[in-house]
Structure formats: C-alpha cells, structure tokens
C-alpha cells in the first residue's frame, strides 16, 4: 500500500485546511485508516481514524467538533477538514492505513504510512 498526502501548508489561526490521502496497491484488505501528526519535540499523536467496513469515525478529543475525516472509496481516497485552526494543530500530519490480521491466539496489526504533509497555524 502506498500513501501520499496533499493539502497541508500555512494558514492563520481561525482558518481552514483540507487534506488529502490518496491510498495505491492492495487497498482491498485496509481495514482503517487514519490521520495522524506529530508536532516538533513531541510523539506522534493520534488525530482521527475511520474504518473501512461501516465508516465508522474516531477523534482526538483536542480536535472533535473542528475536524472531520472522511473518505471516497470510489477514488481510495481519504480526507481531513480541519476547521477552527489553532496554533497547537502545527505538526506534520501523516495518513495511516492499517490491514489487521486475526490468527487463532492473537491480532496482528501491519501500518502503512505516508510520507508526512506539514500544517502551520500561525498566531
């Protein structure tokens, strides 16, 4: 599976921002996918995750009610609308698919990740 994010850049805070992934190869065994971001100095933090099965969506509480992830499975495609930016949304974003496989005595999960699309939400 190869990933490729698009959309990120400079905005003032109070702004907009949508973000794009588009998924390639064997997209037909993802399970979810996701957003994830990591601001300098700290962890990679989760953001949003929606499954592939009933479309089922999941939030950092830092971001519910500004974000909405979605995606277009006609296109393999997933999306962030990130609405009411702040400062503290500076990071780069990255897009995370995620197949899981499930053997007789445990879950094994494989992530797929893109390559990183930087945010900046300027004060």
């Known amino acids: 599976v190869q990933l490729v994010e698009s959309g990120g850049g400079l905005v003032q805070a109070g702004g907009s921002l949508r973000l794009s992934c588009a998924a390639s190869?064997?997209?037909?065994?993802?399970?979810?996918m996701g957003w994830y971001r990591q601001a300098p100095g700290k962890q990679r933090e989760l953001v949003a995750t929606?499954?592939?099965?009933?479309?089922?969506?999941n939030y950092a509480d830092s971001v519910k009610g500004r974000f909405t992830i979605t995606k277009d499975d006609a296109k393999n495609t997933m999306y962030l609308q990130m609405n009411s930016l702040k400062p503290e949304d500076t990071a780069v974003y990255y897009c995370?698919?995620?197949?899981?496989?499930?053997?007789?005595?445990?879950?094994?999960?494989?992530?797929?990740w893109g390559q990183g699309t930087q945010v900046t939400v300027s004060s």
């Open positions: 190869g064997d997209t037909f065994t993802i399970n979810a």
């Open positions: 929606i499954t592939s099965g009933d479309g089922s969506t």
């Open positions: 995370n698919a995620r197949k899981t496989r499930y053997y007789s005595d445990y879950v094994h999960d494989h992530d797929y």
